[in-house]
């Protein structure tokens, strides 16, 4: 592997980190309540507190899901 194909694979990495903190910004600007929805669960004790984002998780990965199917389909024609 040449000097030229791992400085384009670090370039688009790079690009790809930056979309995705983009749009990780936005969304966390949108006010909508990813994190709280009414399935994620929060455990908390005297000493201890848990937080397990269930509903969330479920939710972003149909998401992903869609998008990717999308553009995988879009980039196979």
Do not use: H
Request: proline residues 4%.
């Amino acid at each position: 592997m040449d000097l030229s194909s791992v400085g384009r694979i670090v370039f688009i990495v790079g690009m790809v980190m930056v979309v995705a903190g983009g749009l990780l910004w936005l969304l966390g600007k949108s006010g909508l309540p990813l994190g709280r929805l009414p399935g994620d669960l929060r455990f908390e004790g005297q000493n201890l507190s848990c937080y397990a984002p269930v509903a969330t998780m479920i939710l972003l990965s149909i998401l992903l899901t869609v998008v990717l199917n999308i553009v995988i389909r879009m980039l196979n024609r």
